[in-house]
């Protein structure tokens, strides 16, 4: 994993927290896989996807229930990330609050990275 021994990868607020715990209830799923994918107008996109058997190579993350697995391609994306679950009148979903993003569209759908010797330095100096 790419990361800070002892700080988890990704972070989930309450609500997330129990979407997510709702979600693996509903379907009787394992948790939620992480991933980022190319696409979208910015560059890149986050994926989601229910998921019956842990990969060996995710890095796991269980809060209060909810588990969730980030892929191995995308975890250096996705440390730092805060994930929420927010509802709102006219749309409901989850958000991701990444700090390795460097630009995103404006429908939020498509991210742009910071560079990967860029994210490297960041960690490292913690």
Known sequence: MFGIPGKQAVSM???A???IVKLMERDGSKGLRIGVKKGGC???EYTMDYVSEIDANDEVIEQDGARVMIAPMAQMF???TEIDYEVALL???FKFRNPNVADACGCGESI???D???LARESAQG
């Open 13 to 15: 607020t309450p609500a």
């Open 17 to 19: 927290v129990k979407q």
């Open 116 to 118: 990967v010797e860029e």
């Open 91 to 93: 749309e409901s979903g």
């Open 42 to 44: 910015a560059g890149m």
């Open 112 to 114: 742009k990275f910071k």
């Open 78 to 80: 996705l440390f730092g």
